[in-house]
């Protein structure tokens, strides 16, 4: 099962919560129980060729998604 994140409208609270992605309505908050819960648009990251992660939306203009703090550049 994914770890997706969602807001909760009641205690504005930010949580990452292991759930079926077809079953998370209902879910509750981890935080104050509320039902009210928005799923929020993740990024995830992936292993690029050379071994360096690289973010889903194409990188954070390092050229490979470093970020610039590697030995790289």
């Known amino acids: 099962m994914p770890i997706y994140e969602f807001h909760c ?4 609270q930010d949580s990452e919560i292991l759930v079926r992605s077809s079953d998370w309505k209902g879910t509750e908050c981890p935080h ?3 039902t009210k819960l928005t799923k929020k648009l993740s990024v995830f990251a992936s292993a ?3 071994g360096h992660s690289m973010p889903a939306s ?9 970020g610039g703090g590697c030995q790289c550049h």
């Open 32 to 34: 104050c129980g509320s």
């Open 9 to 12: 409208e009641k205690c504005k």
């Open 58 to 66: 194409g990188g954070n203009g390092g050229g490979h998604g470093c």
């Open 48 to 50: 690029g060729g050379d």
